[in-house]
């Protein structure tokens, strides 16, 4: 069983593109979770979606967005990139329901 | 609002030391209670947890207790391993809530 895959595990960006972070789960989980983690700040939650076809803003939504076109993906958009977005990007997800949450190995994202 | 607040790091020990992580909280409703650890290089794992007052979640040595009235939850070890080094990070999650909210992680090592 793979869990939460997520990709790329790291990217170099440059400022003002477009970049979606994938993130795939095996588990057949309801929720999913998508959260930046800074040195000093902890986990901070960009977008949930507690079911497929569901949408929701956390913490820090702006520059970012989601969809959730089925239960197994949730892809995480930077429209357009600004370097206050270098973050490690991790995705999570937990049964409806339940209160474990499972997190992919994440994603390195520097945005020069 | 709801929101975690975790002893400031990095904290540093050596093999076979007495642990202490203090974990405080502020929540709107009754909470359950997370510690997650982050290995180097990994995404994070749950390690305890506990979700209503007097609770005493445990895991490879550790141990929390759920303090209603102090509003706490620290994560203790009587005897730590170099291989406990790694990033701890308390969280709550309200009832009804899928959505986790993290303090902002303290970075242990433990020397030989």
């Known amino acids: 069983i793979a869990g939460i895959t997520q990709a790329p595990t790291s990217q170099i960006l440059a400022a003002g593109r477009r970049m979606t972070l994938r993130c795939t789960q095996d588990?057949?989980?309801?929720?999913m979770y998508w959260y930046r983690q800074d040195l000093g700040l902890g986990l901070r939650l960009i977008h949930y979606?507690?079911?497929?076809?569901?949408?929701g803003k956390g913490e820090v939504p702006d520059g970012y967005s989601v969809s959730r076109a089925n239960t197994d993906d949730f892809p995480l958009t930077l429209a357009s990139a600004v370097p206050s977005q270098t973050s490690v990007y991790f995705c999570?997800?937990?049964?409806?329901?339940?209160?474990?949450?499972?997190f992919g190995q994440g994603t390195r994202l520097t945005v020069v | 609002g709801n929101s975690v607040t975790q002893m400031e790091g990095p904290v540093t020990l050596s093999e076979e030391a007495f642990l202490t992580i203090n974990c405080t909280y502020t929540?709107?409703?009754?909470?359950?209670l997370f510690w997650y650890v982050q290995y180097p290089g990994e995404g994070l794992q749950l390690l305890l947890k506990a979700t209503k007052a007097d609770d005493k979640g445990s895991n490879k040595g550790f141990e929390a207790t759920y303090r209603k009235e102090t509003t706490s939850f620290h994560l203790e070890k009587g005897s730590v391993q170099v291989s406990d080094s790694a990033v701890y990070f308390c969280?709550?999650?309200?009832?009804?809530?899928?959505?986790?909210?993290f303090g902002q992680g303290t970075r242990l090592t433990i020397n030989p």
């Open positions: 999570a997800s937990s049964v409806l329901e339940n209160t474990e949450a499972f």
């Open positions: 929540a709107t409703g009754y909470p359950s």
């Open positions: 588990m057949r989980h309801n929720a």
């Open positions: 969280a709550l999650q309200i009832q009804g809530a899928q959505k986790l909210v």
């Open positions: 979606s507690n079911t497929a076809g569901t949408t």
